[in-house]
């Protein structure tokens, strides 16, 4: 199923596509294995023009996949490009994009190769490596209107009967139009289950989580948390530590919450090298340092997550939306 992609609001409406097949079988005109995109008003977020596999059943689960911290030309982000391959669904990915800077030359020689693959069918969020070039600049180019308005880095869709959010945790001092919009989107939302992804984890058992330098990103990353939480979102998607980490459902204080908490879960496992935990943190439910993907199974009610390593041992489970 092709998502429906929203900043601030619009509709890309798949129905118009079987309009389309069905002109063309009438008029004899089809060629077979042709390409159609919706109709009415051009979006200002596309959808990805081909999911590969398309999805048979329209009402079915959707694959939502990806990672952060993913290329640096001498790193392992072939390797995971490699599990997309062969891999259907949505791409996302949680920001640090391209190493080291973020430049144009950096998505040129070390993203585009590997992750660029799947260009069309990602969604990306921004990392603080991607703002080694000023403003961002080379990421809004290179992913255009799918990163979202140039220069916000924040914006919805909906995959299946998802709500998904990506958000821009590198703004903190400018981020209140963000915090804004995420209420108003949320409250505009009928969806029962609710994804959004980011780059700076809340809690983290690796070395960032001492880093007085990023107090008021996970400060402003913690606002972002509780407007979700409130709003009864089910999980959040972060990067930023090299290495898989998933919590436990958490209130923003980092309270155990089984009713209402939100399950976050770190996989910037993506290319770049790898750290080391630190000091475990409540409620840090599994660990891992190797590269891979997360396949989350979205469905009406419920998720599936899939750590899938490039090699060693994986994580996975399911979860019943709040």
């Known amino acids: 199923m092709t998502p429906r992609i929203r900043a601030r609001s619009f509709d890309l409406r798949i129905p118009a596509f079987v309009v389309a097949v069905l002109v063309c079988l009438v008029t004899v005109q089809c060629s077979g294995g042709g390409s159609s995109s919706g109709g009415g008003s051009t979006p200002s977020i596309p959808g990805p023009t081909s999911p590969t596999p398309t999805p048979t059943n329209p009402s079915g689960p959707e694959t939502f996949v990806g990672a952060g911290d993913i290329a640096i030309c001498s790193?392992?982000?072939?390797?995971?490009?490699?599990q997309l391959d062969s891999i259907g669904g949505t791409v996302f990915t949680l920001g640090d994009n391209a190493y080291p800077n973020g430049s144009q030359q950096d998505f040129r020689d070390c993203y585009d190769?590997?992750?660029?693959?799947h260009k069309a069918r990602t969604r990306p969020a921004p990392g603080n490596h991607d703002y080694g070039t000023p403003g961002a600049a080379p990421y809004y180019?290179?992913?255009?209107a799918n990163a979202g308005?140039?220069?916000l880095g924040y914006y919805s869709f909906d995959l299946?009967?998802?709500h998904i959010i990506s958000l821009n945790s590198n703004v903190p001092d400018a981020g209140a139009s963000q915090l804004s919009w995420l209420r108003a989107d949320l409250a505009q939302s009928t969806a029962k289950c609710t994804l959004a992804y980011w780059h700076h984890p809340i809690f983290s058992s690796g070395p960032n989580a001492s880093n007085a330098g990023e107090t008021a990103i996970r400060s402003y990353a913690q606002q972002m948390f509780r407007i979700l939480y409130d709003a009864g979102a089910d999980l959040v998607l972060v990067g930023h530590e090299h290495l898989y980490e998933r919590f436990a459902p958490q209130n923003p204080d980092g309270g155990l919450d089984t009713a209402r908490g939100i399950r976050q879960i770190i996989v910037g496992t993506g290319g770049v090298p790898l750290y080391e935990f630190q000091s475990v943190k409540p409620n840090s439910e599994v660990r891992l340092r190797s590269h891979g993907v997360m396949r989350l199974t979205l469905s009406s009610d419920r998720y599936q997550w899939d750590f899938l390593p490039v090699s060693g041992a994986g994580d996975s489970g399911t979860q019943a939306c709040h």
């Open 113 to 117: 190769p590997t992750w660029g693959r």
């Open 149 to 151: 308005g140039a220069g």
């Open 160 to 162: 299946g009967a998802w």
């Open 141 to 144: 180019q290179y992913f255009g």
């Open 75 to 82: 790193g392992n982000a072939e390797a995971t490009a490699r």
